[in-house]
């Protein structure tokens, strides 16, 4: 009969044979025989943690190894594989020691001395693993491993300039190493290299095409390029891979709301909220997508839940504003659109100012200094709150960008006005002008509840736009400009405003809107007169396919959006103005005219979540592009008001 000496050495050979050939369990299966006839037996302990860490059991790899590091106290091997286990626990300063212990023992092995930069990034100590890994390669100048990692770690320091080209140094060592190509990729995609990033994403995919994260990243570039339908396309092939993938269902969701396919998008997201219940995010993006289908209290609740999950998310209230704007819950909106991205970060860029959100305790004869914010348009917006003040007996000074300077100088309702070059005049209240339609309500709110209420709060809830006047030179020159293009009627036109995607470097995405060229010019096709492009940029293919589909020139006069004095003029004399919500779009109501607006889905709240008006904009026409994302009936309706003008002059 075997002795129980020979009978371990059955089984810890047999295991290593099973080892050998890849059966990792049943060699786990050997080793465990062994160690239940020797059960402190420092080999049969270390291959069993050294199976157990390959069959993913970091803990039982971790017992078992640091017994057996007890009686091999030199073996390196041994120790690295412990800390291998440690690192995979997140045992980071464990998984360090571990590793330089192994790296003393055998200072030629280059994964010790990787695997102890690794612990130190994990533990944040991001410049003593830079260090380290800059020590490596230029020791081990032909190993790939080490360039890829101390791409990571400058990565993960935000230098990415610099670790595209380590991951460079690492493709070109190694060029079928996918995770290089992946990484790459993103530190491109960091840099808002948009094309290279894709370029990079896709090589990761054709080296290995079940690398989920190069997926996920080509979904997230083409998104920011703006390549809705290629993202699309990769997104649906994510959720049919992993139909209960939270994050495969939100980003399909995602790339379906920015193409105005806001219907089938609720449905991404409310699927994604169900897969993640306690998610916030989940339940914000699932309430942002119900109030752009116009399902307001049912996104509200929503809101509710995501706040509940976290009720610190300044992001949630913010969206949440939208909704309740979007819905006419003027105050309530207001109340929340504090929590604006612009607000807090000019709020502390102009901290020194001390902006607030509250006017004195009374308005007559006190200083009011107000702050721009956000775009051009933003600013005439909000300016339409102004002459409330005024009327209040309050003297308004309004630091404007310096493109509205002159045209704001002959507004009525503004005493003084800073282009912010200068220093500001002192006030008894400080505050951003995105802030004033607030700080009214509070105000009146106050005086309602005194004993003798203040006939002078009687404002309107929705004011009409700031009046704006034009230059009377400039009027007669651009009549002059309008005629030598051809006859009347005119009509001008704009097909995208805002920021496009891949010009976009926040970390949230900005407004963009945008229709297209052939099929906005083919609801102008039969309108008579002459066009005139006000888009701001255009670029030459665009104005050339616009009068190819239009079947007549279209006159450039993007020139001048340079000079809004221009602009206004140019506003002033055009018979129709059809176009996306822009700068301009604001210009012509202050003007007091009517336009004819094109609105994506989802509707920004400006313009309400349904109708063909909106409060702020009582004179224009609102065409909504269906929830389906299709223009179709939108530009039929604007195709048939417009030809209505034509028989009933005056008529809307």
Sequence with gaps: MPSAKHLLKRHIEAGLRKHEHGQIEAAAAAYRQALALAPAN???????????????????????????????????????????????????????????????????????????ANALAMQGRFDAAETRLRSIVERHPREFLPWFNLGNV??????????????GKAIELQPRFAGAHNNLGSALHSLFRFDAAETAYRACLALDPDHVQAKYNLASVTMDAGKFQEAESVCRELVAR????????????????HQGKTREALQCHRRAAELAPHDARAAETLASALAGTGRIDEALTEFARALALDPASDSAR?????????????AEGWGDYRYREASKIIGEKLAQLKPTRFLPAELIGSTILLLREQGLGDELFFLRFAPVLRSAEARVTYCSDPKLRRLLARADCLDAISDGSADLPQADSVMLIGDLPHALNEYARRKRADDAPDPSTAWPETPPPLALTPEPARVDAM??????????PYIGISWRGGI?????????????????????AGALRTFPGTIVALQRNPTRAEIDAFSLALGRPVHDFSAANEDLEDMLALLALIDEYVGVSNTNMHLRAGLGKSARVLVPQPAEWRWMVSGNRSPWFADFSVYRQSSEGDWTEALA????????????????
């Design 479 to 488: 009549r002059q400009r309008l005629r030598q293009a051809g006859d009347a």
């Design 500 to 520: 496009p995607p891949r010009e976009q470097s926040g970390s949230g995405w900005n407004l963009f809107k945008t229709i297209d060229l052939e099929k906005l």
């Design 154 to 167: 400058l990565r993960d320091q935000g230098k990415h300039a610099d670790a595209l080209d380590c991951y």
């Design 42 to 116: 420092p080999q049969a302990l270390h291959l069993l943690g050294t199976a157990e860490l390959q069959l993913g059991n970091a803990q039982d790899a971790a017992h078992h190894l640091e017994r057996a590091a007890q009686a091999m106290l030199d073996h390196p091997g041994l120790l690295g594989n412990l800390a291998q286990a440690y690192f995979t626990l997140g045992r980071f300063a464990d998984a360090h020691e571990a590793f330089r212990k192994a790296s003393q023992l055998d200072p030629r092995q280059v994964r010790f001395q990787m695997g102890m």
């Design 318 to 330: 913010c969206s949440r504003s939208g909704a309740l704007l979007a819905a006419g819950r003027f």
């Design 242 to 257: 992993a139909p209960e993938d939270t994050v495969a269902c939100a980003f399909l969701g995602a790339v379906l709301f």
């Design 637 to 652: 309706s604007l195709a048939h008001d417009l030809q209505a003008t034509l028989r009933n002059p005056g008529a809307d």
